[in-house]
């Protein structure tokens, strides 16, 4: 009998024992992710309320993008990093979408370029942030050395670059942009020098990828139990495909 109670109050002890946190690697990116911004950004909000309504708690680390890469793929601990396109022939096990990202080429007001497709860029000089995924044909053309890029250590930095005539184009999200003209005080000074076409590069899904391990596979699958619990209760906040829409 003293064995039977003894192994009860074991297992009551250990049904108690709060759930371990999933633990996911990103980045400075705002809106969507940033240490210092309400609800550490849309993104994390989503994710934190979608593995709350699983029971599991959520740690964020926040680094440079590709040390958030690296560190995920080989530290036990971190299951995956975010926010990122699906793209092809990369390792990940992508998550159920976390919102849409339209990916636009920031240019200044006073120089406002004419193309029709990505070829018609090759005589311009365009940044991008190194170590980014931007969309398939766009990365395709790159590969080829058909487009001349410039790399920046951010989004930030580009618009700097763009302000200041060293580079034609950037690529970057629409709300990204937004954020940093709004809320950067160089880049605020002159918040009408800075727009982009009006023909986006791109509108891709933004998920979390999960590497490789069944400690991954079970984050990836809480997580996405989550998020279809949020999308049921309350649908009207998806797009018809059924991720949410991230944004401000």
């Not at 649908?235 to 991230?246: C, L, R, V, Y």
Request: glycine share 6%.
């Amino acid at each position: 009998m003293r064995q039977l109670l003894t192994l009860c109050a074991l297992n009551l002890w250990l049904t108690t024992l709060p759930a371990s946190a999933i633990e996911l690697n990103t980045l400075e990116w705002p809106p969507y992710t940033g240490a210092g911004l309400p609800g550490q950004g849309v993104n994390i909000e989503l994710i934190r309320q979608a593995l709350m309504s699983q029971g599991q708690p959520l740690k964020v680390n926040f680094m440079p993008w590709n040390r958030a890469i690296k560190s995920a793929q080989t530290l036990s601990a971190q299951t995956g990093y975010f926010p990122v396109y699906r793209s092809q022939g990369a390792s990940c096990n992508y998550s159920e979408s976390l919102g849409t990202s339209l990916l636009v080429m920031a240019q200044r007001q006073d120089s406002v370029l004419s193309w029709n497709s990505i070829d018609d860029l090759a005589d311009y000089k365009i940044g991008v942030v190194s170590g980014y995924n931007n969309s398939p044909e766009f990365d395709q053309k790159v590969s080829e050395g058909k487009l001349q890029v410039e790399k920046a250590a951010s989004d930030r930095l580009n618009l700097l670059k763009l302000l200041y005539r060293r580079i034609d184009f950037a690529v970057i999200d629409s709300e990204v942009m937004a954020y940093w003209l709004e809320n950067d005080p160089e880049l605020r000074q002159s918040p009408t020098a800075l727009t982009y076409h009006p023909m986006p590069l791109a509108e891709l899904t933004l998920h979390v990828c999960f590497v490789s391990g069944p400690e991954a596979n079970h984050a990836r699958e809480v997580l996405n139990r989550g998020l279809k619990t949020l999308q049921a209760h309350n649908p009207q906040s998806q797009t018809e495909d059924g991720s949410g829409s991230a944004g401000k």
